[in-house]
Protein backbone atom coordinates (compact mmCIF):
# COMPACT_ATOMS: atom_id res chain seq x y z
CA UNK A 1 0.00 0.00 0.00
CA UNK A 2 1.22 3.41 -1.04
CA UNK A 3 1.53 6.12 2.22
CA UNK A 4 3.02 9.25 1.95
CA UNK A 5 3.86 11.37 5.23
CA UNK A 6 4.46 14.90 5.84
CA UNK A 7 6.87 16.33 7.91
CA UNK A 8 8.73 19.67 8.94
CA UNK A 9 8.00 22.55 11.35
CA UNK A 10 4.09 23.79 11.96
CA UNK A 11 5.25 27.06 12.81
CA UNK A 12 7.18 29.28 10.42
CA UNK A 13 8.23 33.31 11.09
CA UNK A 14 6.85 35.74 8.47
CA UNK A 15 9.99 36.14 5.60
CA UNK A 16 11.41 33.18 6.59
CA UNK A 17 11.67 30.09 4.06
CA UNK A 18 8.87 26.93 4.72
CA UNK A 19 10.53 23.37 4.38
CA UNK A 20 8.54 20.32 4.32
CA UNK A 21 9.37 16.73 2.84
CA UNK A 22 7.54 14.10 1.91
CA UNK A 23 8.21 10.10 2.85
CA UNK A 24 7.24 7.79 0.36
CA UNK A 25 6.49 4.31 1.49
CA UNK A 26 5.07 0.93 -0.71
CA UNK A 27 6.31 2.70 -3.86
CA UNK A 28 9.70 3.14 -5.13
CA UNK A 29 10.04 6.97 -6.33
CA UNK A 30 12.37 6.65 -9.25
CA UNK A 31 10.12 4.08 -10.89
CA UNK A 32 8.17 6.78 -12.48
CA UNK A 33 5.06 8.82 -11.73
CA UNK A 34 4.81 12.48 -10.28
CA UNK A 35 4.55 13.75 -7.12
CA UNK A 36 2.59 17.10 -6.03
CA UNK A 37 2.29 19.35 -3.40
CA UNK A 38 -1.34 20.99 -2.46
CA UNK A 39 -2.08 23.47 0.40
CA UNK A 40 -5.38 24.13 1.55
CA UNK A 41 -6.13 27.59 3.98
CA UNK A 42 -8.21 27.24 6.98
CA UNK A 43 -11.55 27.13 5.69
CA UNK A 44 -10.64 27.60 2.01
CA UNK A 45 -10.20 25.57 -0.99
CA UNK A 46 -7.34 23.85 -2.59
CA UNK A 47 -4.41 24.94 -4.40
CA UNK A 48 -1.78 23.12 -6.84
CA UNK A 49 1.73 24.32 -5.70
CA UNK A 50 3.64 22.32 -8.11
CA UNK A 51 4.83 18.74 -9.09
CA UNK A 52 8.27 16.89 -9.98
CA UNK A 53 8.90 14.28 -11.78
CA UNK A 54 10.96 10.91 -10.65
CA UNK A 55 13.75 12.38 -12.70
CA UNK A 56 13.58 15.76 -11.89
CA UNK A 57 12.04 17.72 -13.77
CA UNK A 58 9.69 20.48 -11.87
CA UNK A 59 6.24 22.07 -12.79
CA UNK A 60 5.37 25.18 -10.86
CA UNK A 61 2.23 27.41 -9.87
CA UNK A 62 3.05 30.54 -11.90
CA UNK A 63 1.50 32.34 -8.76
CA UNK A 64 4.39 31.23 -6.29
CA UNK A 65 7.23 30.08 -8.84
CA UNK A 66 9.37 32.86 -8.15
CA UNK A 67 9.46 31.18 -4.10
CA UNK A 68 9.03 27.35 -4.67
CA UNK A 69 11.82 24.39 -5.06
CA UNK A 70 10.76 20.89 -5.24
CA UNK A 71 13.41 18.19 -4.89
CA UNK A 72 13.29 14.60 -4.62
CA UNK A 73 16.15 12.36 -2.54
CA UNK A 74 16.01 8.99 -4.60
CA UNK A 75 18.23 7.99 -1.73
CA UNK A 76 15.78 8.46 0.87
CA UNK A 77 12.83 7.73 -1.40
CA UNK A 78 11.16 11.30 -0.56
CA UNK A 79 10.71 14.93 -2.22
CA UNK A 80 10.60 18.28 -0.38
CA UNK A 81 8.91 21.76 -0.59
CA UNK A 82 10.40 24.97 -0.12
CA UNK A 83 8.62 27.91 0.04
CA UNK A 84 10.88 31.67 0.89
CA UNK A 85 9.94 34.64 2.12
CA UNK A 86 6.48 33.34 3.78
CA UNK A 87 3.52 35.63 4.66
CA UNK A 88 0.42 35.30 6.91
CA UNK A 89 -1.08 34.34 3.28
CA UNK A 90 0.82 31.29 3.34
CA UNK A 91 -0.77 29.37 6.24
CA UNK A 92 -2.28 26.12 5.44
CA UNK A 93 -2.43 22.46 5.38
CA UNK A 94 -0.19 21.28 3.21
CA UNK A 95 -0.20 17.98 1.13
CA UNK A 96 1.83 15.92 -0.55
CA UNK A 97 0.19 13.47 -3.54
CA UNK A 98 1.27 11.17 -6.13
CA UNK A 99 0.31 11.86 -9.69
CA UNK A 100 0.24 9.25 -12.37
CA UNK A 101 0.53 11.28 -15.19
CA UNK A 102 0.93 14.96 -15.08
CA UNK A 103 -1.70 17.43 -15.63
CA UNK A 104 -4.27 14.90 -15.70
CA UNK A 105 -4.98 16.41 -12.21
CA UNK A 106 -4.99 12.93 -10.86
CA UNK A 107 -3.95 12.44 -7.67
CA UNK A 108 -4.61 8.65 -6.14
CA UNK A 109 -2.50 8.87 -2.84
CA UNK A 110 -2.19 11.50 -0.57
CA UNK A 111 -0.65 12.53 2.62
CA UNK A 112 -2.47 12.88 5.78
CA UNK A 113 -1.36 17.18 5.10
CA UNK A 114 0.34 19.35 7.88
CA UNK A 115 -0.54 22.69 9.32
CA UNK A 116 1.87 25.48 8.78
CA UNK A 117 1.10 28.73 10.33
CA UNK A 118 3.01 31.81 9.73
CA UNK A 119 3.45 33.94 12.60
CA UNK A 120 6.30 35.56 14.54
CA UNK B 1 -6.32 31.52 -13.69
CA UNK B 2 -9.03 31.71 -11.50
CA UNK B 3 -10.58 29.12 -9.80
CA UNK B 4 -13.16 26.53 -11.42
CA UNK B 5 -16.89 27.89 -10.49
CA UNK B 6 -18.73 24.89 -7.97
CA UNK B 7 -21.84 25.87 -6.30
CA UNK B 8 -20.95 27.07 -2.48
CA UNK B 9 -23.46 23.81 -1.20
CA UNK B 10 -26.10 21.42 -2.43
CA UNK B 11 -28.08 19.49 -0.73
CA UNK B 12 -30.40 16.66 -0.43
CA UNK B 13 -32.18 14.05 1.23
CA UNK B 14 -30.90 10.63 1.38
CA UNK B 15 -31.65 8.35 -1.31
CA UNK B 16 -32.10 10.78 -3.54
CA UNK B 17 -29.14 12.04 -5.92
CA UNK B 18 -27.74 15.44 -6.08
CA UNK B 19 -25.88 16.94 -9.25
CA UNK B 20 -22.43 19.13 -8.18
CA UNK B 21 -21.13 21.44 -11.58
CA UNK B 22 -17.93 22.86 -12.36
CA UNK B 23 -17.77 25.88 -14.81
CA UNK B 24 -14.69 26.55 -16.16
CA UNK B 25 -13.87 28.00 -19.78
CA UNK B 26 -12.93 26.37 -23.12
CA UNK B 27 -9.08 26.49 -21.59
CA UNK B 28 -9.95 24.33 -18.94
CA UNK B 29 -12.75 22.14 -18.78
CA UNK B 30 -14.05 22.60 -22.06
CA UNK B 31 -11.06 22.06 -23.67
CA UNK B 32 -9.73 18.76 -22.01
CA UNK B 33 -11.02 15.79 -20.64
CA UNK B 34 -8.73 16.30 -17.74
CA UNK B 35 -11.61 16.60 -14.89
CA UNK B 36 -11.12 15.20 -11.41
CA UNK B 37 -13.46 15.72 -8.50
CA UNK B 38 -12.12 14.98 -4.86
CA UNK B 39 -14.21 14.14 -2.08
CA UNK B 40 -13.02 15.83 1.99
CA UNK B 41 -14.21 15.34 5.09
CA UNK B 42 -13.03 17.72 7.72
CA UNK B 43 -9.93 17.28 8.91
CA UNK B 44 -9.09 14.73 5.91
CA UNK B 45 -7.18 14.76 2.94
CA UNK B 46 -8.56 14.63 -0.03
CA UNK B 47 -10.25 11.54 -1.98
CA UNK B 48 -10.19 10.78 -5.44
CA UNK B 49 -13.64 9.68 -6.73
CA UNK B 50 -13.53 10.38 -10.41
CA UNK B 51 -10.45 11.19 -13.06
CA UNK B 52 -10.52 11.97 -16.94
CA UNK B 53 -14.29 13.23 -16.20
CA UNK B 54 -16.28 9.70 -16.02
CA UNK B 55 -13.68 7.44 -14.63
CA UNK B 56 -13.59 5.56 -11.29
CA UNK B 57 -10.84 4.46 -9.43
CA UNK B 58 -11.29 1.10 -8.00
CA UNK B 59 -12.75 0.69 -4.75
CA UNK B 60 -15.60 3.96 -5.02
CA UNK B 61 -18.72 3.32 -5.18
CA UNK B 62 -20.76 3.36 -8.32
CA UNK B 63 -23.30 5.60 -6.94
CA UNK B 64 -20.80 8.85 -7.87
CA UNK B 65 -20.85 9.53 -12.05
CA UNK B 66 -18.73 11.99 -13.68
CA UNK B 67 -20.17 13.70 -16.98
CA UNK B 68 -19.27 16.70 -19.18
CA UNK B 69 -21.14 19.30 -21.46
CA UNK B 70 -18.83 21.95 -22.90
CA UNK B 71 -17.28 24.07 -20.01
CA UNK B 72 -19.71 22.82 -17.15
CA UNK B 73 -18.59 19.09 -15.69
CA UNK B 74 -21.08 17.42 -13.57
CA UNK B 75 -20.86 15.12 -10.15
CA UNK B 76 -24.07 13.18 -9.34
CA UNK B 77 -24.13 11.60 -6.16
CA UNK B 78 -27.30 8.56 -6.73
CA UNK B 79 -28.83 7.33 -3.35
CA UNK B 80 -27.62 9.81 -1.51
CA UNK B 81 -26.20 8.63 2.06
CA UNK B 82 -25.06 10.14 5.30
CA UNK B 83 -21.53 8.87 4.70
CA UNK B 84 -21.20 11.15 1.72
CA UNK B 85 -21.99 14.44 3.58
CA UNK B 86 -18.27 16.29 2.56
CA UNK B 87 -16.29 18.76 0.82
CA UNK B 88 -16.15 18.48 -2.88
CA UNK B 89 -13.97 20.22 -5.85
CA UNK B 90 -13.44 19.34 -9.20
CA UNK B 91 -9.91 20.14 -11.00
CA UNK B 92 -8.96 20.70 -14.48
CA UNK B 93 -6.24 20.29 -16.77
CA UNK B 94 -5.65 24.33 -18.25
CA UNK B 95 -3.50 25.18 -21.06
CA UNK B 96 -2.83 28.40 -19.22
CA UNK B 97 0.35 28.80 -17.48
CA UNK B 98 -1.34 27.39 -14.08
CA UNK B 99 -1.29 24.41 -15.90
CA UNK B 100 -3.88 22.81 -12.56
CA UNK B 101 -6.79 24.58 -11.67
CA UNK B 102 -9.11 23.27 -8.66
CA UNK B 103 -12.93 24.18 -8.06
CA UNK B 104 -13.79 27.12 -5.58
CA UNK B 105 -15.75 23.65 -3.61
CA UNK B 106 -18.63 22.51 -2.90
CA UNK B 107 -20.05 21.07 0.93
CA UNK B 108 -22.98 18.92 0.19
CA UNK B 109 -25.40 18.40 3.41
CA UNK B 110 -27.73 15.05 4.18
CA UNK B 111 -30.65 16.47 5.14
Known amino acids: QVQLQESGPGLVKPSETLSLTCAVS?????????WGWIRQPPGKGLEWIGS???????YYNPSLKSRVTISVDMSKNQFSLKLSSVTAADTAVYYC?????????????WGQGTLVTVSS | QSALTQPASVSGSPGQSVTISCTGT?????????VSWYQQHPGKAPKLMIY???NRPSGVSNRFSGSKSGNTASLTISGLQAEDEADYYC???????????FGTGTQVTVL
Open chain 1, 97 to 109: ARCPRFGSTIYDY
Open chain 1, 26 to 34: GYIISSGYY
Open chain 1, 52 to 58: IYHSGST
Open chain 2, 26 to 34: SSDVGGYNY
Open chain 2, 52 to 54: DVI
Open chain 2, 91 to 101: SSYTSSTTLEV
